[in-house]
């Protein structure tokens, strides 16, 4: 099944500047797409990137195109055929099994909703459904599938939910996560804290 990857290559992972520069936001976003990619492939997906300026890789297609992210995919979903999926580029502790458990749920559109009401994943096997990203997108992309007729099934995977938006995600990779993600963290000084009860990230 063929894969949207929506991915910003000019300035991403800005809600991480508290952590790193511009550089490092755009080595680590690079990284995080080198590991969903890679995710893909393991699962059978054939994986297009989609970006908002040229990107240089050998193990997917790259399709450029520099509109917003919704009007960018759903520009895809015009040209493709169903089903077919859109994960985004930002998922640091994906796996292969969950998206073996995401391809295989049933449904006209499978949500796999991000934690804060974001949309990561979403396999369309409906021709009429067109994403609108961006807000709740998640409740926006079950009612968009409804009024069309279309079933909607909700994925319950942590692995899918876990995008790397604010610091307090790295969390997760810390603790999840393995690979070149993980890798990544640990050689730009990133390890867990816990304080007071709570666990944070720190940049040493
Ligand atoms: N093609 C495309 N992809 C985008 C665009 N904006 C974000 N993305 C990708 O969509 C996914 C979700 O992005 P967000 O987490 O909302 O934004 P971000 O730019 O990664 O991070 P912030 O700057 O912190 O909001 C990531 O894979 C981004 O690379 C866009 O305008 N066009
Ligand atoms: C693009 C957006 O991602 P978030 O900003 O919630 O990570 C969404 O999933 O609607």
Redesign the pocket.
Known sequence: MRAI????AR??????SVLFDADERRAF?DVMLDHVVEALHAAGFEPTV???APVDRSDATVRV?DR??SA??NSVLDDWERPCAIV???LGILTPNALDRFRATSGDVVVAPGRGG?TNALLVREPDVRVD??GVSCRDHRAAARAVGASTTTVDSMRLAT?I?EPSDLVEVLLHGSGRVHEWLRTHGVTLRADGGRVTVERS
């Open positions: 990857v929506p991915f910003d300035d991403p992972k800005t809600r991480l976003a989609l970006a908002t195109d917003s992210l960018a995919v985004m580029a930002d974001g990203y961006h995008d938006d």
